[in-house]
């Protein structure tokens, strides 16, 4: 069965600091890839999104990028965090046929202070 | 532009009680998706539907793809059905499988 892992759960860290965020799937192959956000009051924005190894694209300029060094493995990170940059980050995966479902991980609760 | 409005925001009910969610969407889909969201944050795939009905359990999801409406409706509510629950639309072409979300109803049932 195919599982979605990402960690850590929470993470406190100062403004100004690096980020790194993984999120890796198990049990299929060539899987679409997709790092969202949810802000504080707001409804989930899509950031990166991936279709193959090495193969990124961004849909919301920010101070965060978007690493997908093997086929199931699929990085965030952030040279230096902003306050703006505190949410609740969530990846997910789907096949890449259309209109399968997706599955999420567990999320990472980031709060920059 | 591609909007998909959810009502109510919040929702209390008293257990046992039939729940109806409301959600409807600006363009055309590939699907509509039904999320639930517990309360440390992680997401779970409720039911993806394109047309008519599908069920699971106490969950019923149906679309009106010409109204652009989908509703999500739980029988006999119990409290751990409490959670946020989120509709979501696939765009036909656009980003890889993109989902538009919409920003949720808070769900909080009763005993």
């Known amino acids: 069965s195919q599982t979605i892992h990402q960690w850590p759960a929470t993470l406190v860290q100062p403004v100004g600091s690096p980020l790194s965020l993984e999120c890796t799937v198990e049990?299929?192959?060539?899987?679409?890839l997709y790092w969202y956000r949810q802000a504080a009051g707001r409804g989930l924005q899509l950031l990166f999104y991936?279709?193959?190894?090495?193969?990124i694209s961004s849909e919301v300029p920010q101070n965060l990028s978007a690493s997908r060094p093997q086929d199931r493995q699929f990085i965030l990170s952030s040279k230096k965090l902003l306050l703006s940059d505190s949410g609740f980050y969530l990846c997910?995966?789907?096949?890449?046929?259309?209109?399968?479902?997706?599955?999420f991980g567990s999320g990472t609760r980031l709060t920059v202070v | 532009k591609n909007e998909v409005e959810q009502s109510p925001q919040n929702l209390t009910a008293q257990e046992g009680e039939f729940i109806t969610i409301n959600c409807s969407y600006s363009?055309?889909?590939?699907?509509l998706h039904w999320l639930q969201q517990h309360p440390g944050g992680g997401i779970v795939s409720l039911f993806m539907?394109?047309?008519g009905k599908k069920k699971h359990g106490r969950l019923i999801a149906t679309i009106n793809i010409q109204e652009k409406h989908s509703s999500l409706h739980i029988t006999a509510s119990h409290p751990r059905d409490s959670a946020v629950y989120i509709c979501?639309?696939?765009?036909?072409?656009?980003?890889?499988?993109?989902?538009?979300f919409g920003k949720g109803t808070k769900l909080s049932v009763k005993p």
């Open positions: 049990g299929t192959s060539n899987p679409n």
């Open positions: 979501a639309q696939g765009l036909y072409g656009g980003s890889q499988g993109n989902l538009i």
């Open positions: 539907l394109s047309s």
């Open positions: 363009v055309g889909i590939s699907a």
């Open positions: 997910a995966w789907t096949r890449t046929i259309a209109n399968y479902g997706y599955t």
């Open positions: 991936s279709v193959g190894i090495g193969q």
